[in-house]
């Protein structure tokens, strides 16, 4: 469930930054669809950051998804 809601952050058009919140506590920023990973499967999930940095997870560990609201006119930032 937590994996199909992903993908469809992913695809999403124009695409919005959203944060992934786990259960101990880390939060994931997902700024650009093209460095987001889903297993096939969906039990796993991998999110690229601007250092280069890999965060890897079980979609088990998710404890919820925060969408970025933007306000009337506001465009999400180009990564």
Same mark, same amino acid.
């Given at each position: 469930m937590m994996a199909? @809601?992903?993908?469809?952050l992913r695809r999403a058009q124009p695409f919005q930054p959203f944060v992934i919140?786990?259960?101990?506590g880390r939060k994931i920023p997902v700024t650009n669809p093209e460095w987001l990973l889903v297993t096939e499967g969906g039990g796993s999930v991998g999110v690229f950051? @601007?250092?280069d940095s890999l965060s890897m997870f079980e979609t088990s560990m998710i404890r919820e998804i925060k969408v970025r609201a933007f306000r009337r006119g506001e465009r999400a930032k180009s990564a």
């Open positions: 199909e @809601k992903i993908r469809t919140l786990l259960n101990d950051q @601007k250092d």
